[in-house]
């Protein structure tokens, strides 16, 4: 029998100590993390979307609406500068955005990456899917739909990335996401052209700031489900770049058989594994939340064990699981649950492994 109810649950990472490091207005505001929402279960990679998302939930909206409406509070916070506008300017000190909504019912996504000047990429990624035929649109091409869409153009650009990138350029451009290239990208900016030869991938020192997203899976009382995600990339990023966050099974998944997962951490690496994919069809066999999530975490680390990233997994009976992969600054992973029973968000951890 299936038991269906209002629970919300948020993940996000705190780099200070737990409690304290959470701000007064967490649960108004957002956080980098993913969310996954179930009628009466939420659950997030972040702590603060997790009210607004539930609030859209119980004002009776659908598990769309709460996804779009948690992830838009985030990005119009600007959630620890890694979701929204004005954070991780490209190569060119340029913010864009990345975002993808799917509805677990239908299997519909709708999505977008590299997406510029427009601040509500989460709406925008929800009109490819109800407005367009399409799955994902990127690039210049993707803010044109957006304005004919009537949403409006803005210059995403404030006094905080535009620092963050003139101290960047004084560093000599590190980090960046260069290889193989001339001249040596671990010693000067570009401009870059190919490298006489191509040498052993040089390793990149883990910044766990660099890489993040804002997340929710929803779970509706007749057992639909939702997911999507926001986010504005990585830090320096090479122009164009898109991440895992709009690739549906990698930034997250839903389908209202299983449940929903979603993802954050290094997206190139991730993305390369469709993680949340492969814990909801973990949760479709009738693996519990906690071992998908552990699961999909461990198929990268066979290949990438000293990996940023961490998964957030629900089922449709309310069931809920984290995982996240333990390096150096990183070897704990809060979240947070909002369900019919805790009343409000409730503070969880998972430790790394």
Request: with cysteine.
């Given at each position: ?21 959470l ?38 909206g ?38 993808m ?36 649109l990127?690039?210049e ?38 290889k193989?290239?001339?001249?040596d ?9 190919p ?52 690739i ?12 929903g997962a ?13 993680p ?18 552990k ?21 449709t ?37």
């Amino acid at each position: 029998m299936k038991l269906y109810f209002n629970i919300c649950i948020a993940l996000k990472r705190y780099t200070g100590p737990l409690m304290k490091s959470l701000p007064t207005n967490l649960f108004l505001e957002c956080s980098k993390t993913v969310r996954i929402l179930q009628s009466q279960t939420l659950i997030c990679l972040s702590v603060t979307l997790s009210l607004k998302a539930w609030t859209a939930l119980q004002a009776g909206g659908s598990v769309l609406d709460a996804v779009e409406k948690g992830c838009a509070r985030c990005e119009a916070d600007q959630c620890d500068g890694s979701v929204g506008f004005g954070g991780s300017p490209d190569e060119r000190g340029e913010t864009t955005l990345d975002a993808m909504i799917m509805n677990g019912n239908t299997m519909e996504v709708g999505a977008v990456g590299d997406l510029r000047r427009i601040k509500n990429a989460i709406g925008v990624a929800r009109a490819v899917m109800e407005r367009t035929d399409h799955t994902l649109l990127v690039g210049e091409s993707a803010s044109v739909f957006a304005e004919n869409m009537g949403f409006t153009a803005e210059d995403l650009t404030t006094n905080k990335s535009i620092s963050i990138f003139t101290q960047w350029l004084k560093d000599n451009c590190q980090p960046n996401y260069r290889k193989n290239v001339s001249p040596d990208p671990s010693q000067y900016c570009g401009p870059y052209k190919p490298g006489a030869t191509l040498r052993q991938k040089r390793k990149r020192q883990i910044d766990i700031h660099a890489h993040d997203t804002i997340g929710m899976i929803v779970i509706g009382k007749d057992g639909q489900v939702a997911a999507g995600t926001s986010t504005n990339g990585a830090n320096h990023k090479v122009p164009g770049r898109v991440g895992d966050s709009p690739i549906a099974g990698a930034g997250s998944y839903a389908d209202s058989t299983a449940g929903g997962a979603a993802a954050t951490g290094d997206g190139d690496v991730m993305m390369r594994f469709l993680p949340s994919y492969l814990a909801v069809e973990l949760m479709k066999t009738g693996t519990d939340p906690s071992t998908a999530c552990k699961t999909s975490i461990s198929r990268i680390k066979i290949h990438y064990p000293g990996f940023f990233g961490a998964v957030i997994c629900a089922n449709t009976t309310g069931h809920y699981g984290a995982a996240c992969n333990k390096v150096p600054g990183f070897s704990k992973f809060p979240f947070v649950v909002y369900n019919s029973n805790t009343k409000s968000p409730l503070l969880q951890s998972v430790d790394c492994f």
